[in-house]
């Protein structure tokens, strides 16, 4: 399979644990997208990177939410002292940066307990 | 603030009609629109993209763009059961920048 992969696929934590989600985009795209999803909502965008470059953070993405993209291969996205709000659908998608269409990953489901 | 917006549904079709679905934008000088279909528990699939105005055609799907409306849709011909899904509008400014999304109409093909 050489679409985008996440894992975990679910991750369940209690509030005020840290959890960290890894995405690895399609071989050769070099953007990398992370969004989040909630029920009967779209997707919103958290942060992107055009390789190992950081290039816009939402101002959704609070002080407790990191992302990095070290080698511009795969990202990880950090949430530090989760709270229940935090609960939702963490989508990753990658695209090549001549083109303009993005393909998502199966998702990370959170659960805040 | 720039907004996506499209009827919620749900939106239900026989199967074998035309399924139609709008979606309207805010900002102006969006360049890309993109159709994806989302079923549920899952993640979204792009089904369609377009960039410039008109009709836009890939099988069973065509896509319309209008910017001057500012509004794209998305028609479904022969539809199925298995189109029954969340169809999300989501547009970008330019290039491969990051899309913004509607809520999505939910979409439901009776056999």
């Known amino acids: 399979d050489t679409g985008v992969s996440q894992d975990p696929r679910h991750k369940i934590t209690k509030r005020g644990q840290n959890v960290t989600f890894r995405c690895d985009p399609i071989?050769?795209?070099?953007?990398l997208y992370w969004y989040r999803q909630t029920l009967g909502q779209g997707p919103e965008f958290l942060t992107y990177?055009?390789?190992?470059?950081?290039?816009?953070k939402s101002r959704l993405l609070s002080d407790r939410f990191s992302a990095e993209r070290p080698k511009g291969s795969f990202s990880t996205l950090e949430i530090q002292r989760t709270e229940q709000g935090d609960s939702a659908m963490y989508l990753c998608?990658?695209?090549?940066?001549?083109?303009?269409?993005?393909?998502f990953g199966p998702g990370t489901r959170l659960t805040v307990t | 603030q720039k907004e996506v917006e499209q009827n919620s549904g749900p939106l239900s079709v026989p199967e074998g009609a035309i399924a139609s679905l709008n979606c309207t934008y805010s900002?102006?000088?969006?360049?890309?629109f993109f159709w994806y279909r989302q079923y549920s528990g899952k993640s979204p699939e792009l089904i369609m993209s377009i960039y410039s105005n008109g009709d836009k055609e890939d099988g069973r799907f065509t896509a319309q763009l209008n910017k001057a409306s500012q509004y794209v849709s998305l028609l479904i011909r022969d539809s199925q059961p298995s189109d029954s899904a969340t169809y999300l509008c989501a547009v970008s400014l330019s290039g491969n920048t990051p899309l913004v999304f509607g809520k999505g109409t939910r979409l439901s093909v009776i056999a």
């Open positions: 071989s050769e795209h070099n953007r």
């Open positions: 900002d102006r000088v969006s360049q890309s």
């Open positions: 998608a990658s695209s090549f940066a001549g083109e303009y269409e993005q393909y």
């Open positions: 990177f055009q390789n190992e470059a950081q290039l816009e």
